[in-house]
C-alpha cells in the first residue's frame, strides 16, 4: 500500500493536539533502523495480548517477535530514538493462516501487536500516546552504528531490559516501500495505527543475524517467559523515510465474559 494522497495534500499545514504543534504531515526523514524478527511461544505470546480478536500469527506452536529500533534523526517533532518490541499478528474474528495472512495482508488486519514502546523524548510519548494509543513510555536507549555490528539498548530505572544485536550487512541493497498496522492496547480500547516507509534494506537468514540480551528488570523477565529463539531474519536501513498517518481506529477490547475484565 502506497502513501495515500491525503496524507500528501496536507503538505505545509499545521496541527495542534494536547498542546503539541504538529507540522503536516507527521514524517521522518534519513533515520537509521534495525529490524529482527525471532522465533517465540505462540501461546504465552497469546497470552499477552488483550481481548480476544488480535491473533498472534503462528506456524504450529511458534510465533513472531518483531523488534525495531528507529534513530529517529529528522521528524516533526525533533530527534528521538524508538525501540518497538511487538508481536506478529492479525485482527478478526478468528486465527488466520500465515500464507492467508501474508497475501491478504489488509483483508485479515496482519500486523503486529506492540507489546513494549520506549522513546527517548517526552514529546514522543505525549503524542504517540495521547494521539494514537501507543504504549509509550520514557526509557535510555541508544543506538550504534559499528563496522560489523548495529546495536541498541533499553533501560529504564537503571536496569536493563534489552540489548539487540544485528550483524551489519555489507551492503543495503534491496529498495523496500511498504506499510504497517500497529495495534495498541489503550484505555481499555484496541487502537490501530498506520504508517508508510521506505528505504534500502540489508539483510540476513543466518541464526547468527541478530542476538537479543535480556537484563533484570521485571520487564525482561515477562519477555523471558516468551522463550525468545533463534532469529528467522534481520536487516539494517542506513536511513528511512516515513509518515504516520493522521487516520486511525479504535474498537472495544471484546471478552468472553465479565469475569473476564473484572
Same mark, same amino acid.
Given at each position: 500500500?502506497?502513501?495515500?494522497? !491525503?496524507?500528501?495534500?496536507?503538505?505545509?499545514?499545521?496541527?495542534?493536539?494536547?498542546?503539541?504543534?504538529?507540522?503536516?504531515? #507527521?514524517?521522518?526523514? !534519513? &533515520?537509521?533502523?534495525?529490524?529482527?524478527? %525471532?522465533?517465540?511461544?505462540?501461546?504465552?505470546?497469546?497470552?499477552?495480548?488483550?481481548?480476544?480478536?488480535?491473533?498472534?500469527?503462528?506456524?504450529?506452536?511458534?510465533? %513472531?517477535?518483531?523488534?525495531? /529500533?528507529?534513530?529517529?534523526?529528522?521528524?516533526?517533532? $525533533?530527534?528521538?530514538?524508538?525501540?518497538?518490541?511487538?508481536?506478529?499478528?492479525?485482527?478478526?474474528?478468528?486465527?488466520?493462516? =500465515?500464507?492467508?495472512?501474508?497475501?491478504?495482508?489488509?483483508?485479515?488486519?496482519?500486523?503486529?501487536?506492540?507489546?513494549?514502546?520506549? #522513546? &527517548?523524548?517526552?514529546?514522543? /510519548?505525549? +503524542?504517540?500516546?495521547?494521539?494514537?494509543?501507543?504504549?509509550?513510555?520514557?526509557?535510555?536507549?541508544?543506538?550504534?552504528?559499528?563496522?560489523?555490528?548495529?546495536?541498541?539498548?533499553?533501560?529504564?530505572?537503571?536496569?536493563?531490559?534489552?540489548?539487540?544485536?544485528?550483524?551489519?550487512?555489507?551492503?543495503?541493497?534491496?529498495?523496500?516501500?511498504? &506499510? +504497517?498496522?500497529?495495534?495498541?492496547?489503550?484505555?481499555?480500547?484496541?487502537?490501530?495505527?498506520?504508517?508508510?516507509?521506505?528505504?534500502? =534494506?540489508?539483510?540476513? %537468514?543466518?541464526?547468527?543475524?541478530?542476538?537479543?540480551? =535480556? $537484563?533484570?528488570?521485571?520487564?525482561?523477565?515477562?519477555?523471558?517467559?516468551?522463550?525468545?529463539?533463534?532469529?528467522?531474519?534481520?536487516?539494517? %536501513?542506513?536511513?528511512?523515510?516515513?509518515?504516520?498517518?493522521?487516520?486511525?481506529?479504535?474498537?472495544?477490547?471484546?471478552?468472553?465474559?465479565?469475569?473476564?475484565?473484572?
Amino acid at each position: 500500500m502506497g502513501t495515500p494522497r !491525503r496524507l500528501k495534500r496536507q503538505a505545509g499545514r499545521h496541527a495542534l493536539v494536547d498542546g503539541i504543534p504538529f507540522q503536516l504531515p #507527521v514524517a521522518s526523514q !534519513r &533515520s537509521p533502523a534495525l529490524i529482527a524478527a %525471532f522465533l517465540i511461544n505462540a501461546d504465552r505470546a497469546q497470552a499477552i495480548i488483550p481481548g480476544n480478536e488480535v491473533h498472534a500469527l503462528r506456524v504450529g506452536r511458534r510465533g %513472531f517477535l518483531v523488534v525495531t /529500533v528507529i534513530d529517529y534523526r529528522h521528524t516533526n517533532i $525533533g530527534k528521538y530514538i524508538e525501540y518497538s518490541v511487538g508481536i506478529a499478528c492479525t485482527h478478526g474474528k478468528r486465527p488466520v493462516p =500465515l500464507p492467508l495472512a501474508m497475501l491478504f495482508r489488509k483483508t485479515c488486519g496482519t500486523g503486529q501487536y506492540v507489546h513494549l514502546l520506549p #522513546v &527517548s523524548s517526552l514529546i514522543s /510519548v505525549r +503524542g504517540g500516546k495521547g494521539i494514537w494509543g501507543m504504549p509509550k513510555h520514557q526509557g535510555n536507549l541508544d543506538f550504534i552504528i559499528g563496522d560489523e555490528v548495529v546495536s541498541s539498548r533499553y533501560d529504564l530505572d537503571g536496569k536493563m531490559i534489552m540489548n539487540i544485536e544485528v550483524r551489519r550487512p555489507r551492503r543495503a541493497w534491496l529498495p523496500l516501500r511498504a &506499510s +504497517g498496522v500497529n495495534y495498541c492496547s489503550f484505555r481499555g480500547m484496541l487502537m490501530a495505527s498506520y504508517i508508510y516507509f521506505k528505504g534500502k =534494506l540489508g539483510f540476513s %537468514f543466518s541464526k547468527d543475524a541478530a542476538r537479543i540480551t =535480556l $537484563g533484570d528488570h521485571p520487564r525482561a523477565a515477562a519477555l523471558g517467559e516468551l522463550e525468545i529463539g533463534p532469529p528467522l531474519f534481520a536487516g539494517f %536501513f542506513p536511513e528511512t523515510a516515513g509518515i504516520l498517518d493522521d487516520h486511525f481506529e479504535c474498537w472495544f477490547e471484546l471478552y468472553g465474559d465479565r469475569k473476564s475484565v473484572v
